[in-house]
């Protein structure tokens, strides 16, 4: 309970107005359609259909709409300058660079480097599915005050690394 709380107040302080406007947007469509069902009570089927059509397209406005608000108000890039093993302790160290390419200055970025097993062709249906969606290994790394136009390099060291060279790294990056 305390780690929703957590997320809802990081959320409700970092948000821009852009995405209070985009939860307001969806708020009253599903409203409206669900106004418009009630007119269709005297056909509960048609009107269950359309509610359960305003559902999925309100989740999928509410997903797509953070995407494109994400990738146009708080652009950024991320790139892997290097990533080292060390065989003596078994670690290993990921650089990498994050660059603010938007029109405003972020106070705190989160960003979270993934591995991920590479899919074997012998792995069965399940392990092929996990070993894509699911990291091996995950870690974060926090960035306050990136000014804009500005590139910060960032390091990231995943100790007891014993793994074969069978590997992919990801960032994925929030910033506001």
Do not use: W
């Not at 669900?34 to 309100?58: G, K, Q, T």
């Not at 790139?79 to 200055?105: A, P, Y």
């Not at 989160?110 to 590479?118: A, E, M, Q, Y």
């Amino acid at each position: 309970m305390e780690k929703i709380r957590e997320i809802v107040l990081f959320y409700t302080t970092h948000l821009y107005l852009v995405d209070y406007m985009l939860i307001l947007f969806i708020f009253f469509l599903f409203t409206g359609v669900l106004l418009l069902c009630v007119f269709l009570r005297h056909r509960p089927v048609i009107a269950l259909f359309i509610i359960a059509l305003n559902l999925i397209f309100c989740f999928i406005i509410y997903i797509f709409g953070f995407k494109i608000i994400d990738h146009e108000v708080r652009s950024r890039t991320l790139e892997i300058i290097s990533q080292k093993m060390l065989h003596t302790s078994g670690d290993l160290i990921v650089d990498f660079n994050i660059n603010n390419t938007s029109k405003h200055d972020f106070k705190e970025c989160k960003i979270t480097t993934k591995i991920f097993k590479n899919v074997s062709p012998k792995d069965n249906f399940i392990d092929r599915y996990k070993d894509k969606f699911i990291p091996y290994r995950q870690k974060s790394a926090e960035v306050k005050n990136l000014k804009k136009n500005t590139t910060q390099s960032q390091r990231v060291a995943f100790e007891n690394f014993q793994y074969e060279n069978n590997f992919t790294i990801h960032l994925v990056s929030e910033c506001f």
